[in-house]
């Protein structure tokens, strides 16, 4: 099993670059399946998720090869319409192939992916919305048999906005006959991604980004060439890490509208935030005042954020309140923040911090994707050498992740 050391103690300076979206990339591999032409995705990041996905398409009959960044995907003919089971448990965003393959094959088996370290993550509005545009739902033996004899556009009003569900009503509708509106959609920035990615196939998408999403079916959709946006959670975490650590840092390839909940929330802080071209610069000395944060749906402040902002917060002055209002068990990094010296209790869905003058490096585990995120910002400050295992779960979300650190100076190594 592979390890992050890292001496902390030092502050970070220079440039980092931020690479294309996770989030945004896995649906729009999913939504390749729904044309047979070829589909080039630019910027797609060389991640282990991004690699689950990729096998997950091929295990259906379609061709990814990799060139550098740029993913090449065809789908001609699928073979199956059955997604293998352990790649499927290894990520559960695998289930984004549900409606892509309902919307060409007309009937999809995957298994129910269960929960995950951060709550139990049920699929019910994917599914409720799936069978609003025909499709009939069984489950036989762990899997969810989702069949239609023909998708018909339809009204549905989600009962909150769930990305997934969001992405997995957007596919199928795409080619269903007819005009679906979706109420209450999520608005995230990927939701847009995707929308732009099935609107240069030919598809027919008018108002991702809001609350209120209409998709008018075409007969088919054909290939194109996509850049995927950049990845706000991975710039958000540099923004943190770089302001925690202390020190100069350009963060570029960022759309800053994208993270303006965190931008606010870091400049409350005391932080200095100054936009540059497509980056923003960060200075500082590492040491600024406690703030309360909630976590919302786009435009609120991401959970996906919440562990890193939550990790700056333990040497911030005084005291702070970060409440998770998404996912009900995303706190698996306060015990290990904890081991470091962050005096932090948690109530409910909120953690009360008080920030401590400095961390003491500790051997720590990352339970999750971004309490990693947190536990190299905190080892990055903290003093003495950390010990961070479960480093796969980082290596899910984050590009060459020590490389790009080392580019600012960090002591971090893998061994
Ligand atoms: C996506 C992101 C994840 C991010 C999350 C919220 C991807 C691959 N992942 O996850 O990084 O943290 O959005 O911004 O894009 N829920 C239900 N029933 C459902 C669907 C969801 O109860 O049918 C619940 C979930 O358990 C969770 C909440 O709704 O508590 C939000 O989930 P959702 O927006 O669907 O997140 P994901 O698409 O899974």
Redesign the pocket.
Known sequence: MNKFLIKGGKPLKGTVTVSGAK?AV?PIIAASLMTADPVILEEAPDLIDVSVMTEVIESLGARVTRHGSQLHIQARVLESIEAPHDLVTQM??SIVIMGALLARQGRVRISHPGGCAI????????LKGLEALGAEVRMDHGFLDVKAQALKGARIYLD?P????TENIMMAAALAEGTTVIENA?Q?P?IVDLANFINEMGGKVRGAGTSVIHLEGVQELHGTTHTVIPDRIEAGSFLLIAAAAGGDVLVQNVISDHLKPLLAKMVEAGIRVVEEGDGIHISGDGLYQGVDVKTQ?HPGF???LQAPFLGMLSRAQGASMVTET???NRFMHVDELKRMGADIKIEGRTAIIKGVPSLTAAPVTATDLRAGAALILAALTADGTSEISGIHHIDRGYERIEEKLRGLGAEIRRV
Do not use: C, Q
């Open positions: 989030n896995l559960r965003a709550g139990s993550r049920p699929i019910n509005w994917h909150f769930s990305v997934g569900a999520a995230e990927e749906v991401s959970t996906d998404i996912f009900e």
